[in-house]
């Protein structure tokens, strides 16, 4: 059982940056890949991005390409979301989610261990 963490989160204005973290309790977490999701108010859980358990393959959905990074720590057990250049429309609950199989985030599938989420708000 994987327990994830999020923190970071907050209230930015549309152009700030913010940088969510992610801390697992779990000592395998190497071999974990790991992901990011959201959701906004009135709207269904998306995919943000994913990073594989060594780092090496990232995804990313095409709506934050170019202005979040996903990044990892495997030293401190904690996966890392650069958010810059942030939108009104990039508000919503981010969610941490781990998975062996990098596959289901290639396939947009439902990641088996998920965080309790972090509030990020941009304002216009």
């Known amino acids: 059982q994987v327990q994830l963490v999020e923190s970071g989160g907050g209230l930015v204005q549309a152009g700030g940056s913010l940088r969510l973290s992610c801390a697992a309790s779990?000592?395998?977490?190497?071999?974990?890949?790991l992901g990011w999701s959201r959701q906004a108010p009135g709207k269904e859980r998306e995919f943000v991005a994913a990073i594989s358990w060594r780092g090496g393959i990232t995804y990313y959905a095409d709506s934050v390409k170019g202005r979040f990074t996903i990044s990892r720590d495997n030293t401190k057990n904690t996966v890392y979301l650069q958010m810059n250049s942030l939108k009104p429309e990039d508000t919503a609950v981010y969610y941490c989610?781990?998975?062996?199989?990098?596959?289901?985030?290639?396939?947009?599938?439902?990641?088996?261990?998920w965080g309790q989420g972090t509030q990020v708000t941009v304002s216009s």
């Open positions: 779990e000592r395998t977490f190497s071999t974990f890949n």
């Open positions: 989610n781990a998975d062996q199989n990098m596959r289901t985030y290639r396939d947009y599938g439902r990641p088996d261990y």
